[in-house]
């Protein structure tokens, strides 16, 4: 057959909701499409857990341990095969990076799949990774060490199973950041809160895509630090293509809250996402023409109730329009659907967790504001100047470059790793109304921290209260 244009091959991160496909593709790599048949096939079947019975791995574990990372793979949009990175290693114990499955259809072998899809993911990886192959496994045996040598790694080493934990060759190697840190972003969808504008360009005329402009204004304000305007009139002046358009402050907000920008209750938001055309079986990328706030607000919306198929336009629409894209006025709508969310427990913080945190030495608290607002002395403040007693500060305009895209996950890892926020096992992000501390919270998220949570009210409501000690200075 005729070689695939490596351009149409992407590997994606599998959301939660397509764990049934991965377990499907799992069964039928196991039953009849490896070159390696098992040796009992009862070992291999899923248990009522769904997950392997004996010396293999719960399917769940991908979707909740830090460095686990279910990808499939895909061709043109198709699906082709999947991948399963963990940190089981084959020589006993843990190490850093594993592929632990990797499983490419035979309608799409010896045409340059397997080594672009094998590219994509050694390079969004960096560390030292193990890809161990049974040794009956013949075709693997010789694909691998071609695949790892393409894809640009060093310190490339083979050493032998010692027969208890692995039979079959185990190549070692390190993959450096410089290597293609940002690949996935810039290429699939990895399911780790970003999308570039060359992923939504290629998929927007996708059935199952649900774009939408979020953009919200904050505006100086006499009565208060700001005044809130939608952003509807950008929208209608120009978006993009087939994007709809959300109403943070009215639609997805408790209206009936002192406080702006609460988050209603789940079915409130699940009614009037589902009014708007999000399903259970849709992908949701948001973006704004200002801060990303208001994206990673929403995201972060999604991601408490459940809903884990939704990205970040890297960029926003600066980017998109920077590029030379297309654009279009007036206003879209999508198909009203049927939407049913269910709470994340631990996603959110109130005022008295916040509080109990203070003294916890288990909870990093983060304050996403400005370096000026977290000491106090920012020219406007939310009722009291400083921050909440002991919280560190990462502000929210670090997580970015000066063109407004993210940075890297050193990058990100970088600005927190200062304040401690990898040392404790649960972060707590706050800002002045919860907006800002999505940006840190989609920045922990997205770099593996397994415990990360937002304060809703954070400054508007915590500094009502007299009671509630706050500190200024650095």
């Not at 940002?182 to 504008?197: H, N, Y």
């Not at 927007?204 to 100086?220: A, C, G, I, S």
């Not at 209608?236 to 009215?250: K, Q, R, S, T, V």
Request: net charge negative; charged share 20%.
């Amino acid at each position: 057959m005729d070689a695939i244009e490596p351009s149409s091959v992407r590997v994606e991160w599998a959301s939660e909701a397509e764990r049934p496909l991965i377990e499907g593709l799992l069964q039928f790599y196991v039953y009849d499409f490896s070159d390696m048949r098992p040796a009992d096939p009862d070992d291999f079947a899923f248990d009522g857990r769904g997950g392997y019975p004996t010396q293999f791995f719960q399917m769940g574990d991908y979707w909740r341990l830090e460095g686990y990372h279910p990808l499939v793979i895909r061709v043109a949009g198709h699906v082709a095969g999947f991948a399963l990175v963990n940190t089981i290693s084959h020589r006993g114990g843990l190490a850093e990076r594993n592929m632990g499955e990797f499983f490419v259809a035979r309608l799409y072998r010896r045409r340059g799949v397997a080594a672009e899809a094998a590219r994509q993911i050694l390079s969004v990886y960096p560390g030292r990774w193990e890809v161990a192959v049974a040794e009956r496994n013949i075709a693997a045996r010789a694909f691998w060490p071609r695949a790892i040598a393409a894809a640009g790694v060093h310190d490339l080493e083979k050493v032998d199973g010692d027969g208890e934990h692995w039979r079959g060759p185990i190549w070692t190697f390190a993959v450096s950041p410089a290597t293609g840190e940002k690949e996935m972003a810039m290429t699939g969808w990895d399911g780790r809160g970003l999308v570039s504008t060359d992923w939504l360009a290629e998929h927007l005329e996708d059935p199952d895509l649900r774009v939408f402009d979020v953009t919200v204004h904050l505006r100086p304000s006499t009565s208060g630090p700001y005044r809130i305007e939608s952003g509807r009139a950008d929208y209608e002046a120009a978006h993009i293509p087939g994007a709809a358009f959300l109403d943070l402050p009215g639609q997805l907000s408790d209206t009936a809250s002192p406080l702006p920008f609460t988050m209603p209750a789940v079915d409130q938001l699940a009614a009037a996402l589902g009014e708007a055309g999000i399903g259970p079986e849709t992908r949701v990328v948001a973006y704004t023409t200002t801060s990303p706030m208001w994206a990673t607000r929403l995201w972060w919306m999604l991601r408490s109730c459940g809903f884990d198929n939704a990205a970040v336009l890297d960029g926003g629409a600066a980017k998109w329009r920077a590029e030379g894209r297309a654009v279009e006025s007036g206003e879209r709508r999508y198909p009203a659907s049927r939407l049913t969310l269910t709470a994340r427990l631990g996603a959110w913080a109130d005022k008295a967790a916040v509080m109990a945190a203070i003294a916890d030495g288990g909870v990093c608290t983060i304050n996403a504001l400005s370096p000026s607002a977290h000491r106090g002395d920012a020219p406007v403040n939310y009722g009291r100047k400083g921050h909440i007693a002991g919280s560190r500060n990462v502000p929210y305009a670090s997580l970015l470059h000066e063109d407004g895209t993210w940075r890297s996950d050193d990058g990100l890892r970088a600005q927190f790793e200062p304040v401690g926020a990898f040392e404790r096992p649960r972060a707590i992000c706050y800002c002045g109304g919860g907006i800002s501390a999505t940006m840190a919270a989609l920045a922990l998220t997205r770099l593996g921290h397994p415990d990360v949570a937002v304060y809703d009210g954070s400054l508007s409501e915590w500094s009502r209260d007299p009671a509630a000690p706050m500190e200024t200075g650095a």
